[in-house]
């Protein structure tokens, strides 16, 4: 199982990207999407979580009300709506999926087994 993230870039404050994780190389759809990011010389930190069926979500209190996950699982593919950036949200974004049958999702890094490599946001001020 593979995840590719893609969809970041240079954008402006007040702006909008969505982030795609790509998910590869898996026949079923049970698992949990996660989104962390990471500055250089700090931890890597939650962004935002949802379900393996899309019913349960959840954001950082730093993006809630401006980013929207969604996910399609017949493609295999799950969306990280960014808006209203802020130059704070500059940092490399990161996808990883936990499997398994819970209807629930992780903030914690450390339970999700397969990560992406990582896209580059950048909001200029």
């Known amino acids: 199982v593979q995840l590719q993230a893609s969809g970041g870039g240079l954008v402006q404050a007040g702006g909008s990207l969505r982030l795609s994780c790509e998910v590869s190389?898996?026949?079923?759809?049970?698992?949990?999407i996660g989104w962390f990011r990471q500055v250089p010389g700090e931890e890597r930190k939650f962004v935002s979580g949802?379900?393996?069926?899309?019913?349960?979500?959840g954001f950082a209190d730093s993006v809630k009300d401006r980013f929207t996950l969604s996910r399609d699982n017949a493609k295999n593919m799950v969306y990280l709506q960014m808006n209203t950036l802020k130059p704070e949200d500059t940092a490399i974004y990161y996808c990883?999926?936990?499997?398994?049958?819970?209807?629930?999702?992780?903030?914690?890094?450390?339970?999700?087994?397969?990560w992406g490599q990582g896209t580059q946001v950048t909001v200029s001020s």
């Open positions: 990883a999926a936990r499997p398994g049958y819970r209807t629930t999702w992780y903030e914690d890094p450390s339970l999700y087994d397969i």
């Open positions: 190389g898996r026949t079923s759809s049970f698992y949990a």
């Open positions: 949802i379900s393996w069926n899309g019913d349960s979500t």
